[in-house]
């Protein structure tokens, strides 16, 4: 998430993150569940356009990241899904500014020319 902030901060306004293997991020650092607090406010605050009380680096200093907005595209196979719902998320709101699409499988219905 800090390497996002530090984005929002010296970069564009806007960041278009996507990633065609989600798995990697959910098993990773942001989503320990000592770090899951801070990252569902990062996610729920990127979102509605504010980033209060960022912190850069080692600073001390905080700033406040107005206007910003943080859009994920994330691939990831059903199991997953079902683990970031039950598991990852119980009680927080970030999970619900995402819109999950699940399509029907196509596996051995795809007509080959």
């Not at 984005?7 to 650092?29: K, M």
């Not at 700033?63 to 199991?79: E, H, K, V, Y």
């Amino acid at each position: 998430m800090q390497g996002l902030r530090n984005q929002f901060a010296v970069d564009w306004p806007t960041i278009f993150a996507s990633n065609a293997e989600a798995g990697s991020f959910l098993t990773g650092y942001a989503m320990r569940p000592e770090n899951l607090p801070e990252t569902s406010a990062f996610f729920c605050t990127a979102w509605d356009g504010e980033i209060p009380h960022t912190r850069r680096g080692g600073d001390k200093n905080t700033m406040t990241l107005w206007g910003r907005r943080l859009t994920i595209d994330w691939a990831m196979q059903p199991t997953l899904i079902t683990a970031l719902v039950n598991q990852h998320t119980s009680g927080v709101g970030w999970l619900s500014r995402f819109l999950f699409s699940v399509p029907e499988p196509r596996v051995g219905r795809r007509q080959i020319r």
